[in-house]
DNA sequence: TAGATTGTTAATCGATTAACAATC
DNA sequence: TAGATTGTTAATCGATTAACAATC
């Protein structure tokens, strides 16, 4: 259905071992703990969100992270007119706080969903921090120490990629 | 800086034909103006986005899209209460007028930004009114004709690509 | 000419695919 | 045994890198 062959299936599987039984099959149940073992799915991660506007509130009530084990630990923002108000059933805390909630909370994770020119300043207080994954929405370069793992999601790539097959169809 | 060696880059401007000249090196605004013609991104495309919620609305207000060329023509819900409001400036139209919206703008790009269970709807709608490239955030797999490019967004899939670095570093 | 940098061929590397013995 | 499917080796394929002539 999604275009790998058997032989692909196989060979990606053995890497972790051996868990099909041959002429048999595999035994999905148990293969996929194994996979999820291999992937380091099988704790929770405790997640930040910075930034309680449009893109940190739609991120804080987005179904699908519990489904893989990530909670939204808090979300936080420095203006203080949002800090007390709801997103997703959780009070926002204040960006100020930062530091003390990684710490008692156990945050693995920072999601930066703040404008473009804060987005550096983020980063640096998340690292500062201890948090050594960061997931960047802010279509900005930003700069971290070394053993800090920086993603960026960014939105026009996606639609440039579009864009290119638009244009092969002509 | 981006770690991609120097073989790496004449090797790939070369597909595009010669743009540089030996002894000297490439002129980089020439350059700018082949590589985005070869990525088609010469002329700009509409995009209709589809939820006028929280994600709907970060990516209406999204700074990112117009330096690429990209307009959102339109942002439409199928609440009455959010039809006519505001966001980034922009009244919110309702989902029944998406084929006239995107046959009078010419809307070449669909953003789907709405719950999972509509999503699969909302496809078929866009690809009923001629979309033939639709950008999906809801959490759901969807089923498109042949033709129609569609690509996924995956917050927990990028989360879970962190948490793999995570775990090798122990 | 000396120094520098492109464009391209050849060598290397890694990933995908095919084939098949092992096994139930 | 016959049929089926895994695990793994070998073959193939494609992409990256190195090397160097061509050129300014």
Redesign the pocket.
Known sequence: MSG???????????YL??????????RIDELRVQLRRALGLTHGYAVVIVGAGNLGSALANYGGFSAWGFEVAAVVDVDRNKVGTEIAGRAVEPFAELASIVAERNVAIGIIATPSWSAQEVADRLTAAGVRSILNFAPATIEVPDGVEIRRVDLSTELQILTYHLQQEG
Chains 1, 2 share one sequence.
């Open positions: 790998v062959n058997s032989a692909q299936v196989r060979k990606d599987l053995s071992g051996s868990h099909g039984t041959r002429g048999v099959g595999y």
